[in-house]
């Protein structure tokens, strides 16, 4: 068992640089948590410091209730899978596995038990005796994480570790690790750059910011449909959320491309964002061509004209122009405007959010997403 408490958790480097600001969460046993964000945002500095490779500089760290802070790695419970595998080149499979349990003077025959029943588990039985030079990318990953694996600790750790395979592979490895994590149980905390990801493994997420800023914390469901600010509405998703930039006056969101809605129904109190600019955003997937050129009940109707189609196959990409912001939108292939052409589309009100320009936050709202 392991539950983990960050409070006020800050990292400043050596060099002065403030890596993550006041990070603050609970983590409840067993959890998937994924850590997302652009490069550079914090994401293995916050891992680093949980395995204990990095001091917390301010701020307490507590597993199952113990200040942790102090804590080694090896106190603390844990087994870390790096991008980079850290295999031992010169060692088999079966000797990569077996390598932590023999430094920690494990019986051979138990050793010999734990490697078969990890091997069956990844599928590696066929290759324990090879060397990770005559592994696929995908096979030298699921040794990493038979290695972490083996340890049965009660946290594991994983950073970046599908980044060095290709599509199809990262695909398979996906639903591996989730049912791994589903068999095995234990909390833990992965960080991806791939929102992806993170939306498919994860029990909650964290999306942080370049210069370590928690932005919000909440399961796939509550950040696909509720995303608090600007910078996670516009993270989360693909293609991501499009964006229109504008001002409410009596009530009504209006902009230069002749857009005039009445945003009533979708803010709890238009009167307190009366004067403001505000940013009007929709998912590409949740726009309905307007039949006849009319929009439905309950539907924001606007005007577009067709950039550049983009058949997916099952759905296609419509880069269109919105006066002059481009916006995506997602349409059946049937259905698929002309090039050049111009066009209508409806904004369902549930799928509509106003955000404040300057603060980015979303303007509240009482409106059942999905
Ligand atoms: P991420 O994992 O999200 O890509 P990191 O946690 O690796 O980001 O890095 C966060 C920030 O801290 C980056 O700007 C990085 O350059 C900086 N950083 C990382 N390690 C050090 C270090 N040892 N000394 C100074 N700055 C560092």
Do not use: W
Not at 66 to 90: C, D, W
Not at 165 to 192: C, F, N, P, W
Not at 292 to 320: F, S
Request: charged fraction near 25%; charge should be negative; proline fraction near 4%.
């Amino acid at each position: 068992m392991a539950q983990l408490l960050f409070k006020d958790v800050n990292k400043v480097y050596p060099n002065g640089y403030h890596a993550v600001h006041d990070f603050n969460m609970e983590i409840k046993d067993g959890e998937f948590i994924c850590l997302v964000g652009d490069s550079g945002c914090g994401k293995s500095t916050t891992l680093r410091m949980i395995a204990g490779l990095e001091d917390i500089t301010a701020g307490e760290f507590y597993i199952d209730g113990k200040l942790a802070n102090q804590m080694t790695s090896r106190e603390r419970g844990i087994a870390m899978v790096f991008q980079s595998y850290a295999l031992y080149p010169h060692l088999t499979v079966y000797e990569n596995l077996a390598f932590g349990l023999m430094l920690e003077g494990i019986d051979a025959d138990v050793i010999e038990e734990k490697v078969q029943a990890t091997a069956k588990i990844l599928g590696l039985t066929d290759y324990l005796e090879r060397f990770p030079r005559n592994l696929s990318g995908g096979q030298c990953q699921r040794v990493a994480v038979g290695r972490a694996l083996i340890r049965k600790v009660s946290i594991f750790l994983m950073d970046e570790p599908l980044s060095n395979l290709d599509a199809k592979q990262r695909v398979t490895m996906r639903s591996e690790i989730k049912q791994i994590h589903r068999s095995v149980g234990a909390t833990t905390i992965y960080v991806t750059h791939d929102q992806t990801e993170a939306m498919t493994m994860s029990d909650r997420i964290v999306v942080m910011k370049s210069g370590g800023y928690v932005q919000q914390i909440g399961t796939p469901f509550e950040l696909y449909f509720y995303p608090k600010n600007l910078f996670v509405a516009g993270f989360i998703g693909e293609p991501p959320m499009n964006f229109l930039n504008g001002k409410v006056e009596s009530g009504k969101f209006v902009n230069g491309a002749g857009l005039c809605f009445d945003i009533k129904p979708i803010v709890k109190d238009v009167a307190s964002i009366e004067g403001r600019e505000v940013v009007f955003a929709f998912r590409p997937e949740a726009i309905k061509l307007a039949k006849g050129g009319k929009a439905g009940k309950d539907e924001y109707l606007i005007e577009a004209q067709v950039d550049l189609t983009e058949l997916l196959g099952d759905t296609t990409n419509v880069y269109a122009n919105v006066g002059d912001v481009n916006v995506i939108l997602k349409v059946n292939p049937h259905d698929t405007p002309e090039m050049g052409a111009a066009f209508k589309f409806c904004v369902p009100h549930k799928a509509a959010y106003v955000y404040d320009k300057e603060t980015e936050e979303a303007v509240p709202s009482d409106v059942q997403r999905q």
